[in-house]
């Protein structure tokens, strides 16, 4: 008796499994990103220039926003290194004006 159930388990388990419908992914949709006026004419002018990518825009997005380049990651994952890298060599070329120094009476 112990055998005859342990067989109609077995059965119920292969005839669900193979007669489940089959469903195939297609892929998810991609997010459209948000454009504001500056950002769509940027993207105007990248698309007639030469360059190919679209210029980073003047406010960069959150770490965990999706990136500016559209490609869908996240922005720490995807530009954010080399937006950082592009601001410290900016910060390196530009030094504030020095003030000349004093000199001490005798």
């Known amino acids: ?15 669900t499994l193979f007669a489940a419908p089959m469903t195939i992914p297609i892929g998810r949709p991609r997010r459209r ?14 698309a007639t220039s030469s360059a190919g990518a679209a210029p980073p825009p003047a406010k960069r997005p959150g770490r965990n926003d999706p990136c500016w380049c559209g490609s869908g990651k996240k922005y720490k994952h995807c530009h954010m ?8 060599a900016s910060l390196v070329h530009t030094r504030p004006p020095q003030t000349p120094r004093r000199r001490r009476r005798r």
């Open 1 to 15: 008796m112990y055998q005859f159930l342990l067989g109609q388990i077995r059965t119920r388990v292969v005839h």
């Open 33 to 46: 990103m948000r454009a504001d006026r500056a950002g769509v004419r940027r993207a105007g002018q990248a």
């Open 81 to 88: 290194r080399e937006d950082m890298a592009a601001d410290r």
